[in-house]
C-alpha cells in the first residue's frame, strides 16, 4: 500500500489541524469512515437529513476540512450536506490497491450513495471536484440533480494545441512554491491562487498552518484524467452552473470563456475571486449555491 504522507509525524500534525478546522467551523457535524471498492473514503455530514442532499468534492491538494470552512454554515442550513475526502488526496480517505490499480470515479460516487441511500443528489465541486461530479454526471445523469461547478474547464477532446498548452500553463502556476514547502512559500502559493485583494488565507492563521502541513507532509497525487467527447456533455448542460474567478490562474482565460459563451454553458464570473474563489467571495459564492440549487 503506498503511502499518502511523508512521515507518520507530518500526517499526525496534519490530521490535527485538519480537527482544528473542524471545529471552526461552526455546525453539528459527523465524521465518518466508509467502505468503498477503492478504499475507506472519509465524509463529514452535517445539515438536516430532510432537506435536498448535497455532495461536495474538493479540489487536488486540498480536503474537505480546509475547503469548505466559509461555506459550510450556509450550506447546512439548506442542504443535508456530504463532504467527501477525495481518495488520494491530503485528506483522512484511504486509497487501496484497486484505487491506484484502476480507480473508476463514478463507481466510486455510486458506492458512496448507495452507503447513505441517496437516489439523487445536487453536486458542488471546486477545480478537481468539478471534474469528478461531472464524470458521475455523464454516466448517471439520472442521479444528479443540478451541478455547482467552480474553478474548473472541462477535459473535452479535440479541442487543439491551445487548450493543451492552456492545460499546462494553469499547472505550472504551483511550480516553484509546491516543491519548497516553507511557510513563505505556503502563503507566496496561497496568494497565487487567490484574488490580489483577499486577505481570507492570511487572516487564518489555522487555514494556513493547515495548507503549510498539506505541502510539507503529503505526497503529491497524479490525477489521471479523462477528456469527453462534446456530445457527452449535453446531458449536463441545462444543470450546471460554472462560477469562474475573474482573477483565477488555472480557470479564467478568454479561450475558456468564448467556450462557454460558443456553446451555451450557463456560466458567471465573479469578481476579485481567484482559483480559490468559495473562500475569496465566499458570501457570493454561497449566494449563487443556494439560488441556483434550490430554484
Request: hydrophobic share 40%; charged share 25%.
Amino acid at each position: 500500500m503506498k503511502s499518502r504522507f511523508r512521515s507518520l509525524e507530518g500526517k499526525q500534525l496534519l490530521y490535527e489541524s485538519y480537527d482544528r478546522l473542524l471545529n471552526l467551523w461552526g455546525v453539528d457535524l459527523e465524521e465518518q469512515d466508509i467502505d468503498t471498492r477503492f478504499g475507506k473514503t472519509h465524509v463529514i455530514i452535517t445539515g438536516n437529513k430532510k432537506n435536498p442532499p448535497l455532495i461536495l468534492f474538493h479540489g487536488t491538494g486540498d480536503n474537505s476540512a480546509i475547503m469548505w470552512i466559509y461555506n459550510i454554515k450556509e450550506l447546512a442550513q439548506q442542504f443535508y450536506v456530504i463532504a467527501i475526502d477525495t481518495l488520494g488526496g491530503a485528506g483522512k480517505s484511504e486509497p487501496n490497491d484497486e484505487y491506484y490499480n484502476n480507480f473508476q470515479p463514478h463507481l466510486w460516487i455510486d458506492d458512496i450513495l448507495e452507503t447513505y441511500n441517496i437516489s439523487k443528489a445536487h453536486m458542488a465541486g471546486v477545480s478537481y471536484g468539478v471534474y469528478l461530479a461531472l464524470s458521475y454526471e455523464i454516466r448517471n445523469p439520472h442521479r444528479v440533480d443540478k451541478i455547482i461547478c467552480m474553478a474548473s474547464f472541462i477535459p473535452i477532446k479535440g479541442l487543439g494545441l491551445k487548450y493543451t498548452l492552456l492545460g499546462i500553463k494553469s499547472v505550472m502556476v504551483f511550480f516553484p512554491e509546491v516543491l519548497k514547502p516553507s511557510e513563505k512559500n505556503a502563503l507566496k502559493l496561497l496568494r497565487k491562487l487567490g484574488s490580489p485583494i483577499s486577505d481570507t488565507h492570511t487572516m487564518n492563521n489555522e487555514l494556513l498552518k493547515h495548507f503549510l502541513y498539506i505541502l510539507k507532509y503529503s505526497k503529491p497525487e497524479r490525477r489521471k484524467f479523462i477528456s469527453y467527447e462534446m456530445e457527452a456533455l449535453s446531458s449536463f448542460k441545462q444543470k450546471a452552473l460554472f462560477l469562474i474567478g475573474d482573477s483565477d490562474s488555472i480557470a479564467y482565460h478568454p479561450a475558456y470563456i468564448d467556450f462557454f459563451k460558443a456553446n451555451h454553458f450557463n456560466y458567471k464570473i465573479i469578481k476579485d475571486a481567484g482559483h480559490s474563489i468559495n473562500q475569496d467571495q465566499s458570501d457570493i459564492v454561497n449566494t449563487e449555491m443556494t439560488g441556483y440549487l434550490i430554484g
